[in-house]
């Protein structure tokens, strides 16, 4: 007897082929010579020959230069949203065995965030190739949430037209520096709650911080901090205020609990101190 397909079995039949499955929605696009000028400089930057042109003229189409909506990139920035976050994430996995899923998800979010995909977006002069309306044309300059949204929909192109591994080799082309970049620089990381998260999984309780001694005149006081949990001391930290030297507290006992070794040790700085998570 032969099995029923399931709607997942039939999903994966869709993208077996790395080709989004035909629409009468889309069957009316339409290549112009203008278009397959910028198609031809776009893939040369790129560094990609499509097989099917026709995914990355959508890519570049905003709304605005679109028939209509379906005729445009808005669904393939969808998946390209989807495709890029899960390749920073894996990669993001593997390269760093020993930061908590809060570290890692503070990288994601900034590699992932429309400034820096605006940023990549510049790089490739995707300002010069995007399809867009006649007002937008005429300005001086196309607006980053659209060079942004191009470079997710292109992602999206690249994945449907030469598979997973065409487009994970594209976004760390690009990416990986940055993400280097900022582990190296230090990233900004609340240590207080993932010292929290760490302390509730391990020891049923939740820190506290003591202050032990503090220093220096008025205007440039600094402060010596502990973090306390149950009974146990954990290693102090200094600060040029309490939250930066509880920060510090905090960092040092993951650091002592094995949670954050030396090589993956992020500076505390100003942005991890004023997070609005703070604990």
């Not at 709607?7 to 696009?29: E, K, L, N, V, Y």
């Not at 949990?229 to 040029?240: I, K, L, Q, T």
């Amino acid at each position: 007897m032969k099995s029923k397909r399931t709607f997942w079995d039939q999903f994966r039949g869709w993208f077996s082929g790395h080709r989004p499955p035909p629409t009468r929605a889309t069957d009316d696009i339409e290549i112009s010579e203008q278009d397959r000028e910028k198609l031809i400089v776009c893939q040369g930057r790129l560094g990609y020959r499509f097989r099917d042109p026709m995914l990355l003229k959508v890519a570049l189409t905003h709304t605005s230069g679109a028939n209509h909506r379906l005729a445009s990139n808005e669904r393939l920035e969808f998946l390209g949203d989807a495709i890029l976050g899960q390749v920073i994430s894996e990669w993001l996995f593997c390269e760093y065995p020993r930061y908590l899923e809060g570290e890692l998800t503070r990288i994601k979010s900034v590699i992932v965030s429309r400034k820096t995909c605006a940023t990549v977006a510049d790089q490739l002069q995707l300002q010069e190739v995007v399809i867009v309306g006649k007002g937008i044309g005429a300005k001086d300059s196309i607006p980053r949430s659209i060079l942004s949204n191009a470079f997710e929909s292109i992602v999206a192109a690249l994945h449907l037209d030469g598979g997973y591994e065409v487009a994970q080799r594209f976004i760390l082309t690009f990416l990986k520096d940055a993400m280097l970049e900022m582990v190296s620089d230090g990233v900004p990381i609340n240590y207080k709650s993932l010292f929290q998260q760490v302390a509730q999984r391990e020891f049923k309780l939740t820190p506290v911080y003591q202050l032990l001694d503090e220093r220096g005149p008025d205007h440039q006081k600094e402060f010596h901090v502990c973090a306390v949990v149950g009974e146990r001391v954990f290693e102090s930290g200094w600060g040029n205020s309490k939250k930066e030297a509880e920060q510090q507290a905090a960092l040092n006992a993951l650091n002592s609990l094995g949670e954050i070794d030396e090589e993956s040790m992020l500076e505390v700085d100003e942005l991890s101190i004023d997070s609005k998570d703070m604990g």
